[in-house]
């Protein structure tokens, strides 16, 4: 785990813990009778009010991962709390009890087609035993909520995938839970309607508090509403940070290459075979991650006059992740240790951190093993000369 | 063709009417839970229970692959204790009905198969009973396919219904087969064709129209 941003870090300790998985493995027999891991030995702790994500390519484990969070699969072993209950520990009556404060939505949406909207939402309350006043006056706030009271009486074979997914999401409210868990939600929708679909999310996450939970495959969901996020590989949780953190510091290749999806974070391969080509010399190949305010603040311009620094800029990106501005850049110095090294740590001051990533400069080892940390194959055309710096000195 | 005629064949029509109606609904009370306890207990069902399904698949297929006409005979012993009587009307309709529960069992089974399992995951998420599960979820989802089953059930019902003239039954068809051909009246047997082909007709019809009424897929 990174070391989360000091405001997160606060607000996930003020409250207090909403889902907390223990040591949950999920093994089953498959059709030809092997032995098959979907989740092993996870645990983690979800805090109330946060949204969480689990990522990771298909057949992770994420789907069985998310479906022990209301026991839809019974782990093989561990323990499941949810909202302070032990759910692996309660009778099937009781489980189902409990299931009424777990929401769930799906990526098929799983909308009945024989009930309109109305009663496609008013389901689990009938589930419920609630008398028709009760579940009228429950549904039709819902529908004003997700924008379909207009649609009441319409059938989902009518609707849009988005609506459906808005219907799913009434539905999965109607029962005021406290958890909601979202199976790739946005998946089977389009760029647009995935957007909208997470800011109703983060809507609900914010104004009923809710704690959502979402597994997805997709990177651009987790950068555009989680707090933090759970990288799954073979059954395992392999990263667990905010998602600020993972952002900056991925440490695990199938990580950097989900991250690769949305932004660009590794050195494009096509640069790094120029470069290893190259007479570098005592050469440094840096990595500056910039996040929230540094952004916007000359602090590399300063510290080019500082230190007398002087390099090229090979590769960089600006983006948001969780809100916030979150940038790198990397850059090729012929600076002195000691000089990187005051400059490093005058960026780092100012909440920049650096990485060495000369290593990467070293002769790929034989055969096109650049593999996962860089995916692209591009030409860069004309040297690596320090043209930025010299901007900067002539503007300085 | 004989006011006499005309009498006795309005008779047979109504017999038939009844013979069809009485053990399609009888066989429908029993088919539909048959097909539902054959869906959950599946080894893929929400109550898997792999050896009752099994036995019950057996037992269906036995009774579905006896040809009609054994059946009717088979169980006479059956239809004295239950009609008080093994031949007429009310004996014929016991066999209509054994033949049609295991039938629609079958027709069942198959629509409820075609409701997509996430809607089951889905009311289970949320904390549904098997029992809910079964009311809330499966039957009304599949009730369009429930209903062409039930409609597939008459129609083959008015064919099994003609054999009931064996065991005195009477029937449209026991009309054809006595006074059309062992009398050599061709008209009759013209008539009872025509009238059973319009009677499938309406069957049929009706029973799509209110599938699609029914279904919102």
Redesign the interface.
């Given at each position: 785990m990174g070391s989360p941003t000091a405001g997160l870090a606060a607000r996930t300790d003020a409250r207090h813990t909403m889902i907390e998985l223990t040591h949950v493995s999920q093994h089953y027999v498959d059709n030809q009778g092997a032995l098959t891991h979907a989740v092993r030995d996870v645990s983690l702790q979800i805090a109330s009010g946060e949204i969480f994500g689990i990522i990771g390519r298909s057949g992770a484990g994420k789907s069985t991962l998310v479906r022990s969070l209301?026991l839809?699969h019974r782990p093989s072993s561990g323990t499941v709390h949810v909202a302070g209950r032990e759910l692996t520990a309660l009778s099937p009556d009781a489980?189902?009890?409990?299931?009424?404060e777990?929401?769930?939505i799906?990526q098929?949406f799983?909308?009945?087609?024989?009930?309109t909207v109305y009663g496609n939402v008013a389901?689990?309350l009938?589930?419920?035993g609630q008398s028709r006043t009760q579940i009228r006056e429950a549904v039709e706030p819902l529908l004003e909520l997700v924008g379909l009271a207009a649609q009441r009486d319409r059938?989902?074979?009518q609707l849009s995938g988005g609506q459906k997914q808005r219907v799913g999401i009434a539905r999965a409210l109607a029962?005021r839970p406290k958890v909601l868990?979202s199976d790739e939600a946005t998946s089977a929708l389009d760029p647009e309607t995935t957007r909208a679909i997470l800011d109703l999310l983060r809507k609900i996450n914010r104004e009923l508090g809710l704690t959502i939970v979402l597994i997805t495959h997709q990177m651009q969901v987790v950068k555009q509403i989680c707090d933090r996020v759970a990288v799954m590989d073979a059954g395992r949780v392999i990263e667990l940070g905010s998602v600020l953190d993972v952002f900056r510091t991925p440490q695990h290749d199938v990580t950097r290459a989900l991250i690769g999806d949305v932004i660009a974070h590794e050195l494009p391969s096509g640069i790094l075979e120029r470069l290893r080509k190259q007479e570098l010399g005592a050469a440094r190949l840096l990595r500056l991650a910039f996040t929230g305010d540094e952004v916007d603040r000359p602090l590399l311009s300063e510290a080019v006059r500082r230190f007398d620094l002087d390099f090229s800029i090979l590769h960089g990106q600006v983006d948001e992740v969780q809100g916030q501005p979150f940038g790198s850049l990397t850059i090729l110095t012929r600076a002195s240790p000691a000089t990187i090294a005051e400059a490093s740590a005058f960026l780092a001051e100012h909440g920049v951190s650096t990485e060495d990533l000369t290593a990467q400069l070293l002769p790929a080892p034989s055969g096109s093993s650049s593999g996962a940390s860089a995916p692209h194959l591009t030409l860069l055309r004309g040297d690596a000369v320090p043209l930025a710096t010299e901007a900067l000195n002539r503007v300085a | 063709m004989s006011p006499e005629l005309l009498a006795l064949f309005w008779d047979s029509f109504l017999e038939t009417l009844a013979m069809v109606g009485t053990a399609g609904l009888v066989g429908a009370l029993v088919g539909i839970p048959l097909g539902v306890a054959l869906h959950v207990t599946d080894e893929q069902g929400i109550l898997p229970h792999p050896w009752l399904s099994r036995t019950l698949g057996i037992v269906i297929n036995a009774v579905r692959s006896t040809p009609f006409i054994i059946l009717l005979v088979a169980v006479i012993p059956l239809t004295r204790v239950l009609a008080g009587s093994s031949i007429g009307t009310a004996a014929a309709i016991v066999p209509l009905t054994i033949a049609a529960a295991p039938f629609i069992a079958r027709l069942v089974e198959t629509a409820l198969r075609e409701v997509?399992r996430?809607?089951v995951?889905?009311?289970?998420?949320?904390?549904?009973?098997n029992l809910?599960i079964v009311t809330?979820?499966l039957l009304?989802?599949a009730?369009p396919g429930i209903v062409a089953a039930f409609t597939v059930t008459l129609v083959s019902l008015v064919g099994y219904s003609a054999m009931a003239g064996a065991i005195g039954g009477g029937g449209l068809g026991d009309l054809g087969i006595r006074y059309g051909y062992q009398r050599f009246l061709p008209e009759v047997m013209l008539l009872v064709v025509l009238v059973l082909i319009a009677f499938v007709q309406i069957v049929q019809s009706a029973g799509d129209r209110l599938v699609r009424k029914?279904?919102?897929?």
């Open positions: 209301n839809l489980l189902r009890e409990a299931r009424h777990i929401g769930m799906f098929h799983n909308l009945l087609s024989s009930r389901l689990p009938e589930l419920a059938y989902p074979s029962s868990l | 997509d996430g809607l995951e889905a009311a289970q998420a949320m904390g549904a009973t809910q809330k979820i009304p989802e009730l029914l279904s919102h897929r």
